[in-house]
């Protein structure tokens, strides 16, 4: 059974950082696009970044923001999502993804692209205040 599983969620200060884990189990994230999404209560879920495993393309969102990157232990089958200098408005819920569809990890990474995930994460929650 293929399981994603968040971790890493909690309280951080404003200016502060953070390292998001989702761990992969029953399945080989090779061939496949990983993507984080967050959602705040009354919003729908909004994409972040992805990355293609294997290859360690990565695309993001936002790309000219500079505090979001993506990352990758092979070994552990783990795909990171570490955020620096964060905000009040960066507190959400986090969710990772996986697909196998080439379109739906791509740039920019949009929010009509979520639908194209289809094993998902329970989410991790994030708070950013003081």
């Known amino acids: 059974q293929p399981q994603l599983v968040e971790s890493g969620g909690g309280s951080v200060q404003p200016g502060g950082s953070l390292r998001l884990s989702c761990t992969a189990s029953g399945f080989s994230l090779d061939r496949y696009a990983i993507g984080w999404f967050r959602q705040s209560p009354g919003e729908g879920r909004e994409p972040v970044a992805c990355?293609?495993?294997?290859?360690?393309?990565?695309h993001y969102a936002d790309p000219g923001q500079g505090r979001v990157t993506i990352t990758k232990d092979v070994a552990a089958n783990i795909v990171y999502l570490e955020m620096n200098r964060m905000k009040p408005e960066d507190a959400a819920d986090y969710f990772c993804?996986?697909?196998?569809?080439?379109?739906?990890?791509?740039?920019?990474?949009?929010?009509?692209?979520?639908?194209?995930?289809?094993?998902w994460g329970q989410g991790t929650q994030v708070t950013v205040s003081s």
């Open positions: 993804a996986a697909t196998l569809s080439r379109p739906y990890c791509t740039s920019p990474f949009a929010r009509h692209l979520v639908r194209g995930f289809d094993i």
């Open positions: 990355m293609w495993f294997e290859e360690g393309l990565t």
